[in-house]
């Protein structure tokens, strides 16, 4: 036996119990008498295979690293091996790391990719280290790395999938839960996967010299050696993109997958020319068998071609016995059982007297001591004999292994193969069977063609008859001759008749297919009206998250809330705990004066009696000071508590009476809201009052509970202000009785809250406290907002029509009735004032006069518009069946001609307030921005459906830039009014002193920091506002299903 042979000696060792047992031994790995664990043989497997020499891995080392992990279940030995190797220092270390990293994501334990999830960041940093280097392995390493760390991410996002990516179709199907979306996304990540797979094919094969054989060369296998891994990738990604593609394009439309045909042809045409340079090479042929790819790639448009699609199969054959590899044999110690084997066997040679005396010394005391030494040494050559067969033995069972092992590999690639061809003649079964059937089809319609040719025949038959009796009379027919005649004509009327039948069946068919044609593309509106309502649950979805961040923050505030409570019990606890020190101190005290007493017993006996009675009497006391401190820390408690009641309830209070008073608040008018947001505020606010009532009564039950009415008092004010706001939003936009009775209510209900709130704050009237009240009032606020609610949908489609006319007319009987005021306010103007006031006066109502103007040539031009967009349209239908086809732009352009008429009457009412004096410049400015708005959403309305280069849609174009430009002129009329009006107040700084001066220069500075701040919060509570306001809008309206039309 030569030194360089790797063999398993078994040792003679001895037990803990002094039992001689035999356990297996390498003749390199391990000294005589030890055993190696899976661990340690593990540990060696890894540092043989990941090491510095430019040389392929062996197989056998790789085996073992991933029998390893199957035996720990895990990657933990190979990490820990791993993290110890200067990976970042030697290019070809890392190299041959990535190698077998690869090999255990593949056939490892399924546990090998989550303890590998937690180095990705690490693999990422080297990936971009070595990417710095341009020469040698710092690319190879540096894409390699990028492919186990994409192979990781894929993995982890589908666990359905293996690491060796082998499934059935079923699985496949699975996969994507039946869900387009899932296959749609699914197909893209094996896009990235086999795009970084094909990128390392390249980077290795351009970095090799194919003018030299490098693939006999130990450098060349060790850049050659990954790449068997990344060729049984490749085809098992290149077949489920197949499968995939044609499983999306039954699915979709041919034009929305052009994307994914692009790059999958891309794809196809790389991996063919990689597979067959790959099979060219001799490295490969002995190690695995690559397919051939077809020469043109599937056709996905037609889905027949999918039974013509052959599954790749890679075939890796049984590995052949060299001296690289070894037995795989079980090291495990000799049992009980291997020992009796063992001892029968020699019973079975030696017999069962010589095995209980071996050597014979009961009968052989006399034997000469030459002749023991020989039988010793006939033995010991016996059992080498034996050792050396069971040795042989072994390497033989271990071949088999080997040899079976391989032929079962073989076995299942045929079993693969023979699956594969099995699904190919299911799939070519069915495909028959829909020919068969189209051939049964056309032999019936060809047996009736035949039978009509029959009959058309024997028709020509008699007719021929009919002609040759018809030429023996003619003779003694021709006094008949003018009746033939008119027969004649008969006929050809007749074919002409058969000709307009035949004419009509042809319309006939044609509309049958317009028909077919229109139900198509209205099963297809549905399907995209579904998607529609699927983004709207997404979003509602998002807007429920969001509020459960919000209640998430309450909490968090209310849990630190009872955290300071608990502080403030543990300082009264310590407070307690002084005050129990002091009594131990007194008690003290107390017993040193007993002490005294005793000691001056005998001097003093007539005044023991007066002693022990005042003794008594300042325990007495004692007593008495203790309850009395308990019950005023108690009291003191409770005093506290109902502070922080009263605290939470005086702020609670103060939220509700600044939402009552912003609904005053001219500012606040330009808000609007919808009644959908106005029922979800009103539903949240109902289940907190239910909160409340709970948390109430458990806190009258036991003032220890006040932790759980705190929250949901401030809660409360929340959402009850929340509500109020938007209710008064709500009443902006609603119709007027409506809108009344909505924002009586919505005060009416504020001041139960506050009322609610208040009683709470008397301790008289804390027990008595109900706020079913502020329960009706929220129950009455939801009724009118379920009145208010938009009943666009709810309106006869042939009632559409008119309503956009009655709108466009009002709009612009609004505007002209808005002209008409500002003119007779500016008459008023002139008649009753003077001087800079008139002058002011004049600018601003002039300027609002020519934004009236310009508001009523924008709606004509857009009526001009929407006639050309109707008649354009409409095709032979009529005007209503337009509008109530497009019934979501009719209404929008119904949603912004009411924005336009509303925004004009405000901009009157705000002219009249400025010019009266009671209003504000910025309310005037406000307006005016707000109707420049209202005119571009009629604009944006007019011009979805209009034609680009019509000539109507340029005149309202031009309409549209006239009414910026007038409310520019409005804005900046009232900005020059504002800055004339306004007195300037000068200071006098002469009596002053320099400390008075700074004093006033922080004071206004510390003024100009607040109002920034103030106006930063301002203009993102706008933008939030105008946020929300389009989204409402939008969902009301139907803007987003018009832009998906």
Known sequence: MSPGSSRTWWMPTTSQKGIQQWAPSSWHEQRPGTWMGPSHRQTVSINKAINAQEVAVKEKHARTCILGTHHEKGAQTFWSVVNRLPLSGNAVLCWKFCHVFHKLLRDGHSNVLKDSMRYKNELSDMSRMWGHLSEGYGQLCSIYLKLLRTKMEFHSKNPRFPGNLQMSDRQLEEAGENDVNNFFQLTVEMFDYLECELNLFQTVFSSLDMSRSVSVTAAGQCRLAPLI???????????????????????????????????????????????????????????????????????????????????????????????????????????????????????????????????????????????????????????????????????????????????????????????????????????????????????????????????????????????????????????????????????????????????????????????????????????????????????????????????????????????????????????????????????????????????????????????????????????????????????????????????????????????????????????????????????????????????????????????????????????????????????????????????????????????????????????????????????????????????????????????????????????????????????????????????????????CTGLMQAIHILVLASKDLQREIVESGRGAASPKEFYAKNSRWTEGLISASKAVGWGATVLVDAADLVVQGKGTFKELMVCSREIAASTAQLVAASKVKADKDSANLCKLQQASRGVNQATASVVASTKAGKSQVEEKDSMDFSSMTLTQIKRQEMDSQVRVLELENQLQKERQKLGELRKKHYELAGVAEGWEEDAAD
């Open 229 to 847: 891994q990344v060729i049984l990738d490749c085809s098992h990604l290149y077949d489920y993109t197949v499968k995939l593609l044609f499983k999306l394009h039954s699915c979709l439309p041919a034009d929305t997958l052009q994307g994914h045909r692009d790059r999958f042809l891309e794809q196809f045409r790389k991996l063919k020319d990689l597979f067959y340079r790959s099979s060219n090479l001799q490295y490969f042929k002995r190690l695995i068998q690559i397919p051939q790819l077809p020469e043109n790639p599937p056709n996905f448009l037609r889905a027949s071609a999918l039974s013509e699609h052959i599954s790749p199969v890679v075939v890796i054959p049984a590995e052949a016995s060299s001296p690289d590899s070894e037995p795989i044999t079980d090291l495990v110690e000799m049992d009980t059982a291997s020992q009796s084997l063992f001892d029968n066997k020699f019973d079975d040679i030696f017999g069962s007297s010589f095995s209980s005396d071996p050597f014979n010394f009961n009968s052989q005391n006399g034997m000469n001591k030459d002749d023991k030494d020989r039988l010793i040494e006939r033995l010991y050559g016996e059992i080498a004999a034996l050792k050396e067969e069971l040795e042989n033995f072994k390497a033989e069972s271990a071949r088999g292994m080997v040899q079976l092992r391989g032929r079962t590999s073989e076995l299942e690639a045929e079993l693969a193969e023979q699956r594969h061809l099995k699904q190919q003649a299911q799939d070519e079964s069915e495909f028959l069977r829909a020919e068969l059937e189209e051939l049964k089809k056309q032999r019936e319609d060809t047996e009736k063609a035949q039978r009509s040719l029959t009959e058309i025949e024997r028709r020509a038959q008699a007719n021929e008859q009919r002609y040759s009796k018809l030429k023996e009379k003619y003779s003694e027919l021709v006094q008949n001759h003018a009746d033939l005649l008119r027969k004649n004509a008969e006929v050809t009327k007749q074919v002409t008749a058969a000709r307009q039948a035949q004419g009509d069946v042809e319309r006939e068919k044609k509309e049958l297919e317009d028909s077919f044609q229109r139900v198509s593309e209205q099963a297809q509106r549905k399907s995209q009206e579904q998607a529609e309502v699927l983004d709207t649950l997404k979003r509602e979805l998002a807007a429920s998250r969001q509020e459960m961040q919000v209640l998430q923050g309450t909490l968090e505030s209310s849990t630190q809330v009872g955290a300071e409570q608990s502080t403030r019990i543990a300082g009264l606890e310590q407070e307690r705990d002084s005050l129990s020190q002091a009594a131990e101190q007194h008690r003290e005290e107390m017993a040193a004066l007993r002490a005294e007493l005793q000691q001056l017993q005998d001097m003093l006996s007539h005044e023991q009696e007066s002693s022990k009675m005042e003794l008594e009497t300042l325990q007495t006391q004692l007593k008495d000071k203790q309850e009395s401190r308990e019950r005023a820390l108690q009291q003191r408690l409770d005093e506290e508590q109902f502070a922080l009641l009263q605290g939470t309830a005086r702020e609670a209070e103060r939220m509700v009476q600044d939402a009552l008073s912003r609904l005053e608040d001219p500012a606040h008018i330009s808000c609007t809201g919808s009644a959908d947001c106005l029922l979800s505020r009103t539903l949240a606010a109902s289940e907190c009052v239910e909160r409340l009532q709970d948390a109430h009564s458990k806190y009258l039950s036991s003032h220890g509970a006040v932790g759980s009415l705190l929250p949901c008092l401030a809660l409360f004010a929340h959402l009850v202000s929340d509500t109020l706001l938007q209710g008064s939003a709500t009443s902006h936009v609603a119709p007027m009785e409506p809108a009344d009775r909505l924002l009586e209510m919505c005060k009416q209900c504020g001041s139960e809250a506050v009322s609610y709130l208040s009683t709470l704050q008397d301790p008289g009237t804390v027990e008595g406290t109900d706020c079913s009240l502020v329960m009706t009032c929220l129950g009455q606020i939801s009724a009118i907002g379920e009145e208010l609610r938009p009943r666009g949908l709810d309106i006869k489609q042939e009632e559409l029509g008119d309503l956009v006319d009655k709108e466009m007319a009002a709009t612009a009987a609004a505007i002209e009735t808005a002209a008409a005021r500002i003119e007779e306010m500016l008459s008023k103007a002139r008649a009753g004032d003077t001087g800079v006031k008139l002058e002011v006066n004049e600018r601003i109502l002039g300027s």
